[in-house]
């Protein structure tokens, strides 16, 4: 048969990885202009989005040494960030997307909160964290045993799938499903990459002006393909819980042990009528890892009933979900500051980004837009390039759906 002539397709900005971080920058990248397109390998929001508790930080978890850091400064602006885009006034249009909860909190069930309370005390001045009192303790404190303290946070818990969902139909048209079976990519004399797709006896070839990699833990295999030893990623790992019961109440917040990191941190997840799952992470994840299943959902039943013996949890169903954080690499594998992105060294035009929290996607868009910027990366009228022989990619399942159904 004689060989097709390759066909030749332009775009401004092309993504590779529909996480979170992707689906942002490509609502993003469209509202503002750019002809930007995005590739997604399995379903939007595999890996570590729909696997995150959805919890929107304004920094206040990092401040748990009563200092201030580079991460709580960057991240303080994330909450009405977030708020404003789900009510349609900000640079993304979250309309639609859900909120699990509009606050969270802190609670400790020993004197160790107390250590905190001048700082704590201090934000509590500016409205963003409030001390409960008794009467408004949430239902689950609502107890005799319960002796300890509980802070209030005004910072929102997303429901994560339905911002994923959200972010994805507002552009469904410019997102395709890559087969990397089926693709290569391609460097030129200038050191410019391009991808070329063979499909059904034809070979296309998508030149983009820049491609922007957000494939979460994905990028790292991406740049060692293309033979780029930097940036470098780091890997944090966890091993979360999961329980599936019929305790009445949702619960959203960290248990403030005698560590920086939270002792234990809940998510509450409704699944029908009668049942939730809580998703159970914080230091009781960080040191769980590399434990066989039975032995980390032992130590957290321990854990649940050490915190809250009153709350029955008999009958529940158990699962451990281990998962690993992607990260741009630091010098002593500690979480980074904000949201990172920066330019290949050996590619023209591939940057490769990572936002380290969900939180900061506002802030990884603004990072990357930045660097588009400064290469002075021009806009074209050009339609949306014709890729209709790929397929769509479909919305990932959370971790509770895949351990327990739907
Ligand atoms: C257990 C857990 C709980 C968390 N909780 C919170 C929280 O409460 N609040 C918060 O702010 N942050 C939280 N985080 C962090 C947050 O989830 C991540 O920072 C964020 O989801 C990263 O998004 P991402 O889009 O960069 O990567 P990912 O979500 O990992 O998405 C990467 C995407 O790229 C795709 N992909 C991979 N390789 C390729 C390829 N070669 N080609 C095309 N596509 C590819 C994947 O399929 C995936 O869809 C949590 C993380 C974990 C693990």
């Known amino acids: 048969m004689a060989a097709t002539e390759q066909q030749q397709m332009t775009c401004d900005i092309a993504i590779i990885g529909g996480g979170v971080a992707g689906l942002w920058l490509l609502n993003r990248l469209v509202r503002k202009g750019y002809n930007a397109i995005l590739f ?53 249009d979250l309309k639609g997307a859900a909120k699990l909860s509009d606050h969270f909190y802190m609670w400790s069930n020993t004197s160790v909160l107390s250590k905190m309370t001048t700082f704590l005390a ?9 001390k409960v009192p008794k009467d408004d303790l949430p239902p689950i404190f609502q107890n005799n045993q319960f002796k300890g303290s509980v802070y209030k946070l005004l910072d929102i818990v997303l429901d994560v799938p339905s911002v994923v969902k959200v972010l994805a139909n507002n552009y469904l048209g410019r997102i395709f499903k890559i087969n990397w079976e089926k693709t290569q990519w391609r460097k030129d004399a200038n050191n410019k990459a391009s991808l070329v797709f063979f499909y059904n006896n034809q070979e296309y070839s998508l030149n983009a002006n820049q491609f922007v990699l957000t494939a979460g833990e994905g990028n790292e295999s991406i740049l060692n393909e293309i033979g780029e030893d930097s940036p470098r990623m780091q890997r944090r790992p966890l091993h979360m819980l999961m329980v599936k019961h019929t305790y009445p109440h949702s619960f959203y917040g960290h248990c403030l042990g005698a560590e920086k990191t939270p002792r234990l941190t809940i998510s509450s997840h409704p699944c029908d009528e009668k049942t939730q799952v809580w998703y159970l992470g914080g230091s009781l994840a960080e040191k769980g890892v590399g434990l066989p299943p039975e032995v980390i959902i032992q130590n957290a039943e321990e854990e649940i009933f050490k915190l809250m013996p009153w709350v029955d949890l008999s009958n529940a169903e158990w699962a451990a979900l281990p998962i690993e954080r992607a990260e741009p690499r630091q010098n002593n594998f500690t979480r980074p500051d904000k949201a990172f992105a920066s330019s290949t060294k050996k590619h023209s035009n591939i940057t490769v980004a990572w936002p380290t ?45 895949t351990a327990f159904g739907d």
């Not at 009405?80 to 993304?92: I, P």
């Not at 930045?370 to 890729?387: C, F, G, H, I, M």
């Open 40 to 92: 997604e390998k399995n379903a939007l929001g595999s890996d570590q989005t729909v696997a995150s508790q959805g919890m929107i930080h304004g920094g206040m978890k990092y401040t748990l040494n009563g200092a201030l850091t580079g991460a709580s400064e960057a991240i303080a602006e994330m909450p009405t960030h977030w708020q404003q885009c789900m009510a349609g006034h900000g640079d993304v």
């Open 122 to 130: 201090s934000k509590a001045a500016r409205g963003r964290i409030n």
């Open 357 to 401: 929290k969900l939180t900061l996607c506002p802030n990884l868009a603004d990072e990357v837009i930045a660097l588009l910027d400064a290469k002075q990366l021009q806009k074209s009228e050009a339609p949306v390039p014709n890729l209709s022989f790929l397929d769509s990619p479909d919305i990932a399942k959370t971790p509770w759906q």
